[in-house]
């Protein structure tokens, strides 16, 4: 069972921030030189996309964790620092997609419903900031949670 629980633990980890990092390093500067409109409907069409697959992705996060918490280590007691430090960056990194999708993306869309490019980009920025800190919060996460054990 602790196999599958990790397989699917570190895939989800895999999708959510490697999507960033695609998003942040390469599709970002490939769409920079577009206008204002075709770039905003890209990252529009893009974000749908990728919030379903990172919010499916948390689900698979925290229930995989979560059981391998009480399968693999008997409880949070059993458990190491570096499970701790997983978990702690983990729900940092779940509060700042949610507060992402509560505002600045929120406000993303309601500037493009209101053709308001100037707004959408914005909060465009606000996006690509709160990605910015999550993909490398999300690589220390993962770095951690792959090298703690051998702490």
């Given at each position: 069972?602790?196999?599958?629980?990790?397989?699917?633990?570190?895939?989800?980890a895999?999708?959510?921030?490697?999507?960033?990092?695609?998003?942040?390093?390469?599709?970002?500067?490939?769409?920079?030189?577009?206008?204002?409109?075709?770039?905003?409907?890209?990252?529009?069409?893009?974000?749908?996309?990728?919030?379903?697959?990172?919010g499916?992705?948390?689900?698979?996060?925290?229930?995989t964790?979560?059981?391998?918490?009480?399968?693999?280590f008997?409880?949070?007691?059993?458990?190491?620092?570096?499970?701790?430090?997983?978990?702690?960056?983990?729900?940092?990194?779940?509060a700042?997609?949610?507060?992402?999708?509560?505002?600045?993306?929120?406000?993303?869309?309601?500037?493009?419903?209101?053709?308001?490019?100037?707004?959408?980009?914005?909060?465009?920025?606000?996006?690509?900031?709160?990605?910015?800190?999550n993909?490398?919060?999300?690589?220390?996460?993962?770095?951690?949670?792959?090298?703690?054990?051998?702490?």
């Amino acid at each position: 069972m602790m196999a599958v629980l990790v397989a699917l633990h570190v895939l989800a980890a895999v999708l959510w921030v490697g999507g960033m990092v695609f998003a942040y390093h390469v599709a970002r500067p490939a769409v920079g030189p577009f206008e204002p409109p075709q770039r905003q409907g890209f990252w529009r069409r893009a974000f749908r996309r990728f919030f379903w697959i990172v919010g499916a992705a948390i689900v698979v996060l925290l229930g995989t964790g979560y059981a391998m918490m009480f399968e693999g280590f008997g409880g949070f007691a059993g458990a190491g620092l570096h499970v701790d430090l997983m978990q702690g960056g983990g729900w940092v990194m779940v509060a700042l997609f949610l507060g992402l999708l509560g505002l600045p993306y929120r406000r993303f869309l309601n500037a493009l419903d209101a053709k308001d490019h100037k707004a959408a980009g914005a909060a465009l920025d606000a996006i690509r900031r709160i990605i910015h800190i999550n993909l490398y919060l999300g690589l220390i996460v993962v770095a951690i949670g792959a090298s703690g054990r051998y702490w």
